[in-house]
């Protein structure tokens, strides 16, 4: 029973088109992540979510928008893709503070 | 700019010896330690840890060692075996949990 599951596991999708990218975990966990693994393979943090509250944002394009219907899902929303956009994304979940327990990621490939 | 650095991007060790990692950071407000292994096609899975008021935890075949005057630390593996081959990514983390990462160091153990 996988604690943190991803889907799906690849996207192929055509420049501009609208993507969305699912998160569950079942750790029982308050906060959740979406990291993204660029080409230079470093892990960079894009949102967190603490019990459903927005509390990490960091500076990524308003075409990203995660949402997290309660607290053992947060999905990724994408929309316009760009080339740029491709790259391998990350859902994690943790205690607050404690170390991530991350999903087996999505790679996205924009066309 | 990227507070945490693993200069080595590959090592090779043989079966048996011992592998070292290295890590530099250059934020003096990080206070917890983290380091992460990940396989091909899976998500980052948590290694070992240390605390900023600690200089060395051990767990099994594996310890860190943290230089805080250096901004210094490493992941020892002795002995190294064939499951080990990974890629190792260090990550330090501030008061606001955000975590920061390298770019990670590909282990290759040979038999």
């Known amino acids: 029973d996988t604690a943190v599951s991803q889907t799906p596991k690849y996207l192929v999708t055509q420049m501009g088109n609208d993507k969305s990218i699912k998160c569950e975990q079942n750790?029982?966990?308050?906060?959740m992540y979406w990291y993204k693994q660029d080409s230079k393979k470093f892990l960079k943090i894009m949102f967190s979510?603490?019990?459903?509250?927005?509390?990490i944002n960091e500076t990524v394009p308003n075409r990203f928008s995660p949402k997290s219907p309660d607290k053992a899902h947060l999905n990724l929303h994408i929309n316009s893709l760009e080339l740029g956009d491709s790259a391998v994304y990350f859902c994690?979940?943790?205690?607050?503070?404690?170390?991530?327990?991350f999903g087996s990621g999505t790679q996205l490939s924009v066309l | 700019d990227q507070q945490v650095k693993q200069n080595s991007p590959s090592l090779s060790v043989q079966e048996g010896r011992i592998s070292i990692l290295n890590c530099d950071y250059t934020?003096?407000?990080?206070?917890?330690f983290l380091w992460y292994k990940k396989y091909p096609a899976e998500g980052p899975t948590f290694l070992i840890s240390?605390?900023?008021?600690?200089d060395k935890n051990e767990d099994g075949r594996f310890t860190v060692f943290l230089n805080k005057s250096a901004k210094h630390l490493s992941l020892h593996i002795v002995p190294s075996q064939p499951g080990d081959s990974a890629v190792y990514f260090c990550a330090a983390r501030k008061y606001d949990y955000k975590l920061s990462f390298g770019a990670g160091t590909t282990v290759t153990v040979r038999a």
């Open positions: 750790l029982g966990h308050d906060t």
């Open positions: 994690a979940s943790s205690e607050m503070g404690e170390k991530l327990f």
């Open positions: 934020n003096s407000m990080f206070d917890y």
């Open positions: 979510y603490n019990n459903k509250e927005l509390i």
């Open positions: 240390i605390s900023s008021i600690k």
